[in-house]
């Protein structure tokens, strides 16, 4: 293969898996009434807190029942809180397939020490055998798996009348798939993935059940503070009111307000997944014809449509030793940033080596587009220094 440069460049080089491109459109002067200088718990600033929580459920279409809150430490903060606040009633099923869910595996495991919790743990790009699980018992997955590229298809395998509650960290996931709500006990995001939102901050989601949960049960272990959900026996309803447990970045709160707004004028949820479907089928049309790389996911069922992640199949490249696959791929990483073409599409570090190309709504499907032809180029020109080299 030949390394000729390409005519065009994608207008945004922002393709990480997060945080993720800011939505088209996007400029400081967006967040100019941010309540800055002033106390979180001013009037103003819970207002836009609490605005940010409304937007939220209008976008996501979250049942009226169901609470919202905003919880520290990103998504991360928001599954642990969740995590703490819930387990140790009943048996736990934990099912993992990528470096985040394996985390949680390790922090019911290894930290909470929960004697009836069973692992399903498997290899990225495939999806834990979820016939095994026990609705007796409370569940833990990740419906999208952001460094495997892998997600659940749908939530038809989660027993209509369980036991147990359903946690679902769904940080990938939210505003590009349908998350089935009647489903799912307690959900989880963070800004940075699908809005181009800023770090930092999560959002916790509970149902009615999750709820119940909290105020009948308390776990045998201490709660760190920013873990708290309940007072004397009762939820704290004004975190879900937009008090938050601590201090956040109302920046942050303007920016999220303002992607929140963004996506409510392309005409909602629909809309942003169907940005999400059409940017993972243009790359996967060019996967299609590309002999060099492949899906890591094989199934198609359960390919993401925002953290696509590949891998290179080159026969020269595949009989390398893992060391000399991931110095590969991140040599053709590299030499795409260097042309400020794209920037972080190498896979995750735990992952398999290759790369990991995100497509969720803030991407336009001409950079998508542009990109492919640099990912041929790329790959001839490292291709062609490595047989130098040998």
Request: proline share 5%.
């Amino acid at each position: 293969m030949v390394a000729t440069f390409p005519a065009a460049r994608p207008s945004q080089p922002n393709f990480s898996c997060g945080p993720c491109a800011k939505h088209p459109g996007w400029q400081l002067q967006n967040l100019q009434d941010a309540a800055l200088g002033r106390s979180h718990r001013a009037k103003a600033s819970k207002a836009k807190l609490k605005r940010a929580i409304d937007l939220t459920r209008e976008l996501l279409q979250v049942p009226r029942d169901y609470r919202i809150g905003i919880i520290p430490g990103s998504d991360t903060g928001a599954v642990e809180a969740a995590l703490w606040s819930l387990l140790g009633q009943r048996g736990v099923d934990v099912f993992a397939w990528e470096s985040f869910g394996k985390g949680w595996v390790n922090d019911i495991v290894e930290h909470l020490k929960l004697k009836n919790a069973r692992a399903f743990v498997t290899d990225y790009g495939e999806v834990a055998d979820l016939a095994r699980a026990d609705f007796e018992h409370d569940i833990v997955f990740a419906w999208n798996g952001t460094t495997s590229g892998v997600r659940v298809p749908n939530a038809d395998w989660i027993a209509a009348g369980r036991k147990g509650l359903t946690i679902c960290d769904a940080t990938s996931a939210a505003f590009a798939q349908k998350l089935d709500w009647g489903k799912l006990d307690v959900t989880t995001f963070s800004w940075q993935k699908a809005l181009g939102g800023e770090a930092a901050h999560g959002m916790l989601i509970v149902s009615p059940r999750a709820v119940e949960r909290l105020e009948t049960y308390t776990p045998p272990w201490p709660l760190p503070k920013l873990f708290r959900l309940t007072h004397g026996g009762k939820l704290i309803e004004a975190i879900f009111e937009g008090e938050t447990i601590n201090t956040p970045s109302l920046m942050c709160v303007e920016d999220y307000i303002d992607a929140l707004n963004w996506g409510k004028s392309l005409g909602g949820l629909n809309a942003l997944i169907a940005r999400a479907d059409a940017n993972s089928e243009a790359l996967g049309d060019w996967v299609a014809r590309t002999p060099w790389v492949d899906f890591l996911a094989a199934d198609p069922r359960i390919r993401s449509n925002t953290s696509v992640c590949l891998k290179i199949v080159d026969p020269v490249v595949a009989k390398l030793p893992q060391a000399g696959q991931a110095a590969f791929a991140k040599a053709l990483e590299n030499l795409l940033e260097k042309e400020n073409v794209a920037f972080d599409i190498g896979s995750y570090r735990d992952a398999p080596p290759g790369l990991r190309i995100w497509c969720g709504a803030t991407v336009e499907t001409s950079d998508i587009e542009a990109l492919t032809p640099w990912l041929d180029f790329a790959f001839a020109k490292t291709e062609s220094d490595l047989a130098k080299a040998a």
